[in-house]
């Protein structure tokens, strides 16, 4: 039974498409989180959503739109996809705020 | 500015053949480290959590430590299933949860 699963796997595109990531989790955890992995392995986190609030917001462009209709979901919309937006994508969650965190399998995004 | 710096980049050993990974950050404040591995087209798995300098939490043939600048993952009589990569990453007093750039270690049989 899969804890943090997010959709999808894989996601090709072409640049100026918008997509977006599906994120859910079953841990019955209150805090959900968005990271971006990049080319060098190098995982930074995007954003913190703390029981349907937005409680971390780093430096990433406003293309990128969070949205939490609940607290077992965290979904990720993209705007105007450029070809820099390539990476993992990995949605994690957390009973609380820096806590340990259990993480999804990642999405692959590709902007050809 | 909080950093976190894990070396070296990569580390190859023969299976048995034990050795440590540093993860150290700049000393502004600390709540807790973590370690994670991941594994090729996966997520980061959650290994220890350290909170305090002198604090040690092992799991197999895995020991993680901690000091007040920097913590070690020492790996004990390695085998070629704990290849992967480790990731350290430190919530600092400010809030701030900054992964470093990760260790990439391969076990050869």
């Known amino acids: 039974d899969t804890a943090v699963s997010q959709t999808p796997k894989y996601l090709v595109t072409q640049m100026g498409n918008d997509k977006s990531i599906k994120c859910e989790q079953n841990l019955g955890h209150d805090t959900m989180y968005w990271y971006k992995q990049d080319s060098k392995k190098f995982l930074k986190i995007m954003f913190s959503y703390n029981n349907k609030e937005l409680i971390i917001n780093e430096t990433v462009p406003n293309r990128f739109s969070p949205k939490s209709p609940d607290k077992a979901h965290l979904n990720l919309h993209i705007n105007s996809l450029e070809l820099g937006d390539s990476a993992v994508y990995f949605c994690a969650s957390s009973q609380v705020v820096g806590d340990e965190a259990f993480f999804g399998q990642g999405t692959r995004l590709t902007v050809v | 500015e909080d950093q976190v710096t894990q070396s070296p980049e990569a580390l190859r050993l023969q299976e048995g053949e034990s050795s440590s990974l540093n993860c150290s950050y700049t000393?502004?404040?600390?709540?807790?480290l973590f370690w994670y591995r991941q594994d090729p087209g996966k997520g980061p798995e959650f290994l220890f959590t350290l909170y305090s300098a002198g604090e040690e939490k092992e799991k197999e043939r895995l020991k993680a430590t901690l000091t007040k600048k920097e913590s070690f993952l020492h790996i004990t009589a390695p085998k070629p299933e704990d290849s992967a990569t480790y990731l350290c990453a430190v919530l600092f007093n400010t809030g701030k949860l900054i992964f470093g750039q990760g260790t990439t270690l391969q076990v050869k049989p």
């Open positions: 000393v502004s404040g600390l709540r807790g």
